[in-house]
């Protein structure tokens, strides 16, 4: 089972990136998905998260309003739109799926975790 998040890259601030986190070893397609993030000397922290079917979503107070989050089920593929980027979006962002339908806040929701693509947004 394997998550590869992709997209990510060197922008300045105001720019959008689009994530993507492909799935393969089986489907995720019932299964919550979720993105977090790590900046350099922080902790992971919560991005935002869908439901399996993507009728629910999630985000941080910090990026509500600027990503949106969704996916693509006959892809095995979600997504993560980044708009109006800032420097303190600046991060190695990661995707994870959790073992159930719902998506979560909480990191330990989500039993597998992608290698992460890093976003650096200059000012």
């Known amino acids: 089972v394997q998550l590869q998040a992709s997209g990510g890259g060197l922008v300045q601030a105001g720019d959008s990136l689009r994530l993507s986190c492909a799935a393969s070893?089986?489907?995720?397609?019932?299964?919550?998905m979720g993105w977090f993030r790590q900046a350099s000397g922080k902790e992971r922290d919560f991005v935002a998260a869908?439901?399996?079917?993507?009728?629910?979503?999630y985000y941080a107070d910090s990026v509500k309003g600027r990503f949106t989050i969704s996916r693509d089920n006959a892809r095995n593929t979600v997504y993560l739109q980044m708009n109006t980027l800032k420097p303190e979006d600046t991060a190695v962002y990661y995707c994870a799926a959790s073992r159930a339908a719902s998506g979560s806040a909480l990191s330990g929701w989500y039993k597998y975790w992608g290698q992460g693509t890093l976003v650096t947004v200059s000012s």
């Open positions: 869908i439901s399996w079917n993507g009728g629910t979503t």
């Open positions: 070893g089986r489907t995720f397609s019932n299964n919550g």
